[in-house]
C-alpha cells in the first residue's frame, strides 16, 4: 500500500537537495566551528554563509540579526522569557487564545510568574479584531505575540497591520510572531512589509529541512536578553555549538522555498481547493474551518459533524492515508482543539475535524484517492454514531437540534443535506 502523507503541518520531508548539502559536515568537515585551526574556520564560513543567505531572503537588514536555534519552540521561548528579562518595569503581554502551545504555556508560565496576560479572542472563522488588540495595549505591554499563520486551520494573520499599531501606539512595545508555519510558503520580507515586526521565530523542519533547526529574528536595538546561557556563540546570544549541517541544510531549504513560492503556492491551492470541494460535494453535515478567512495554500482543515476526530484517523492511517486532528504537539489528548474551542466550533463537531496539509510533493492523484476514501470512512463511523440515524441517513432530531442551535449562519447555508453518495 503507497503512502499518503498529508500531515506536512507537523513535519515535511527533508529535501534531496538539502541531504546533499549536509552530508560532507556530517561526515568529513565535522569540526566545531568555535575551534581556532582551519578546517574549524571552513565550518564557522558555512554557518555565516548559510546566516548570510536566510537574512537576505527574509530581508533582515544585518545577518547578524538572525541566532540559529534548535527550532521554533525553543525560538518562541527565547522570544518571550528574552523580552521579559530584558524589560523588567513592563508586566504585561498580549497574545491569542489560537496560538501554538509553544507560545501559549509560555504566556500560561509567565502569568504564574505575575505578569499580567491578555489572550486576544478570534471569531468563528478564526480571524483576529484589530481593535481587541488597540483596546488590550497598555503603558505597561511588554510584547504582542501573534501568529503568522495557524498550524490548525491555515489562518493567516495581518501581522504587519498588527506590528504597525502596537509600533504607532508604543514603539517601546516589543512584537513577536511565530512565523513557523508560514517562513516558506508566504512573502516575509522584514526591511519592507513585516519591518515593525522586532521578533520572528521559524523552524527547518517544517519547510523541508531536518528537525532540530531553526531561527529566531532579533531586530537590532530591540531590548532583549538571552534565554540559553553558557557558552559565546552566536554572538552571546544562543549558548551551545551550532549544529552546522542542520544550519547548511536551513540554508537551502529557505532558499528552496523563496525560489519556488509562487509557483508552490499555485500547486497547494490547487490540491487544497480540489479536495475541498469533492469532500463538500460528498459529506453531508461538513464545515470548513477557517473558510471564510485568509488561509495558507497548503493547509484544510475540515470539521465534520457527529464523529470523533479519532476514529477518523484510525481509519485513514488503515488505508496509508497520514492526516491530523490539528497540532502534532496535541494530537495526544482527548480534549478538543484549544484552536477550535477559541473559533467556537460547535459541539457536535470540535471533537471532529481532520486537518490535511500538503507539500509540493503531494499529487492531485493523492487527493483523488482521499477524496475517494475519506467519505467512505465518515460514512462507516457515522453509522456506529448514537447521534446519527442509519436507517434515515441523516443525524436524529436532537443532534441536529443541538447544531442549529450552535451552527454559524455560513455554516447552515453551506451544509448539504444528507445523500446517498456518502453511504
Partial sequence: MELIYADNNATTAVAPEVREVMAPY???????????????????HAVEAARATIAGLLGMG?????????????????????????????????????EHPAVLEVAEEMARQG??????????????????????????????????????TGVVFPVAELARVVKETDPAILFHTDATQSVGKLPVDLSGEHANVDLLSFSGHKLHAPKGVGGLFIRRGSRWRPFLVGGHQERNRRAGTENVPYVVGLAVAVELAARHREKEAAHLASLRDRLEALLVERIPYVAVNGREAPRLPSTLNVAIHFI?????????????????????CTSGSLEPSHVLRAMQVPFTAVHGSVRFSFSRYNTMAEVERIAEVFPEIVARLRRLSPYWDTERNTPRPEALAMLESTASPAESADRPSAHGNSA
Avoid: W
Avoid at 522570544?79 to 508586566?91: D, E, H, I, K, S
Avoid at 468563528?124 to 488588540?133: E, M, P, W
Avoid at 470523533?308 to 502534532?328: P, V
Fill in 308 to 328: 470523533e476526530g479519532e476514529g477518523m484517523l484510525y481509519q485513514l492511517d488503515a488505508f496509508g492515508i497520514c492526516a491530523s486532528s490539528g497540532s502534532a
Fill in 26 to 44: 556530517l561526515a568529513d568537515d565535522y569540526f566545531n566551528p568555535s575551534s581556532m585551526y582551519e578546517p574549524a574556520r571552513r565550518t564557522a
Fill in 62 to 98: 544585518d545577518p547578524s540579526e538572525l541566532v540559529f536555534t534548535g527550532g521554533a519552540t525553543e525560538s518562541n521561548n527565547a522570544a518571550l522569557f528574552g523580552a521579559a528579562r530584558a524589560n523588567p518595569g513592563r508586566r504585561h503581554v498580549i497574545t491569542t487564545a489560537v
Fill in 115 to 152: 505578569f499580567a496576560v491578555d489572550f486576544l479572542p478570534v471569531d468563528r472563522q478564526g480571524r483576529l479584531d484589530i481593535k481587541d488588540l488597540i483596546r488590550a495595549l497598555r503603558p505597561d505591554t511588554l510584547i504582542v505575540s501573534a501568529m503568522h499563520a495557524n498550524n490548525e
